[in-house]
C-alpha cells in the first residue's frame, strides 16, 4: 500500500483546508485510515481515524469540534477538512493506514504511511 498525502499549505488563524490521501491499495475500503500530526521538535500524534466503510470515526481532543474525517472508497481516498485553524495546529500532517482492526492510536498501531504535507497557520 502506499499512501500520498496532499493538500497542505499555509492559511490565516481561523481558515480552513482540506487534505487528501490517495492509496494505491486495490484493498482500501478493509482499511482503518488514520491522520497523525508532527510539530516541530514535537512527537508525531493522532488527530483522526475512520473505519474501512467510514461508519465509525474518533478525533482527537484537541481537534473534536474543528476537523472532518472522511473517505470515499471509489476513489480510494481519504480526507481531512480542518476548519477554525489555530497556529498551534501547525505541523506536518501524515496519513496512515491500519491492517486489522479499528482501535489503537499510536504510531505504531499503524502499518502504512504517507510522505506528509505541510499545514502552517499563521496568527
Known amino acids: 500500500v502506499q499512501l500520498q498525502a496532499s493538500g497542505g499549505g499555509l492559511v490565516q488563524a481561523g481558515g480552513s483546508l482540506r487534505l487528501s490521501c490517495l492509496s494505491s491499495?486495490?484493498?482500501?475500503?478493509?482499511?482503518?485510515m488514520g491522520w497523525f500530526r508532527q510539530a516541530p521538535g514535537k512527537e508525531r500524534e493522532f488527530a483522526a481515524k475512520?473505519?474501512?466503510?467510514?461508519?465509525?470515526?474518533y478525533y482527537a481532543d484537541s481537534v473534536k469540534g474543528r476537523f472532518t474525517i472522511s473517505r470515499d472508497n471509489s476513489k480510494n481516498t481519504m480526507y481531512l477538512q480542518m476548519n477554525s485553524l489555530k497556529p498551534e495546529d501547525t505541523a506536518v500532517y501524515y496519513c496512515a493506514a491500519k491492517n486489522y482492526g479499528y482501535n489503537g492510536l499510536r504510531v505504531n498501531d499503524y502499518d502504512y504511511w504517507g510522505q506528509g504535507t505541510q499545514v502552517t497557520v499563521s496568527s
Open positions: 475512520i473505519s474501512g466503510s467510514g461508519g465509525a470515526t
Open positions: 491499495g486495490r484493498t482500501f475500503s478493509s482499511y482503518t
